[in-house]
């Protein structure tokens, strides 16, 4: 009898623990890192230290400056920026350490068109839509894609 009382002692103890740990769950993201380059719309030469952010839909002028997927391009005027999604694939933690599934994200969807949104000389911010180059698109590394989106000529349009 006692022997039984331990037994369903214990097993009140491991249930109760299991009850309090619980599962989690991982929510977690696609990245797409978008490369490019912007130039001036009128003289064609780069733009550098120009403000760049990438987007699934248009951001327009109303972006603030401290969000935190702007990038600033270089002396060249390429820029490299991420646009991260919300939740988009996940995994389980039992007892909030141990992973049941895998960790590692699936494939991101290839997009056909993104936006970007560049800022002018005076300033100010256009968003651009881009068509994805053909074979633009490479799989860097797991729940990740990075995106060539080509030259953006700020005030004009992207040249192929």
């Given at each position: 009898?006692?022997?039984?009382?331990?037994?369903?002692?214990?097993?009140?103890?491991?249930?109760?623990?299991?009850?309090?740990?619980?599962?989690?769950?991982?929510?977690?993201?696609f990245v797409y890192h978008v490369g490019g380059?912007?130039?001036n719309g009128d003289t064609g030469e780069p733009?550098?230290g120009t403000l760049v952010a990438a987007s699934?839909?248009?951001?327009?002028?109303?972006?603030?400056?401290?969000?935190?997927?702007?990038?600033?391009?270089?002396?060249?005027?390429?820029?490299?920026?991420?646009?991260?999604?919300?939740?988009?694939?996940?995994?389980?933690?039992?007892?909030?350490?141990?992973?049941?599934?895998?960790?590692?994200?699936?494939?991101?969807?290839?997009?056909?068109?993104?936006?970007?949104?560049?800022?002018?000389?005076?300033?100010?911010?256009?968003?651009?839509?881009?068509?994805?180059?053909?074979?633009?698109?490479?799989?860097?590394?797991?729940?990740?894609?990075?995106?060539?989106?080509?030259?953006?000529?700020?005030?004009?349009?992207?040249?192929?």
């Amino acid at each position: 009898m006692r022997k039984n009382l331990i037994g369903l002692s214990l097993f009140m103890s491991a249930a109760a623990v299991l009850c309090l740990a619980g599962c989690a769950v991982v929510d977690c993201a696609f990245v797409y890192h978008v490369g490019g380059r912007v130039v001036n719309g009128d003289t064609g030469e780069p733009l550098e230290g120009t403000l760049v952010a990438a987007s699934k839909e248009e951001l327009g002028p109303a972006m603030p400056p401290d969000w935190p997927g702007w990038a600033r391009s270089d002396s060249l005027g390429r820029f490299s920026a991420d646009y991260v999604t919300g939740p988009a694939w996940g995994y389980s933690l039992l007892f909030g350490f141990i992973p049941l599934g895998s960790k590692t994200g699936p494939v991101p969807p290839p997009l056909d068109t993104f936006f970007i949104t560049a800022e002018d000389a005076s300033g100010v911010l256009h968003s651009y839509e881009v068509a994805t180059p053909p074979g633009g698109q490479m799989r860097t590394a797991p729940a990740e894609r990075w995106i060539e989106s080509g030259e953006l000529s700020v005030g004009g349009v992207i040249e192929e």
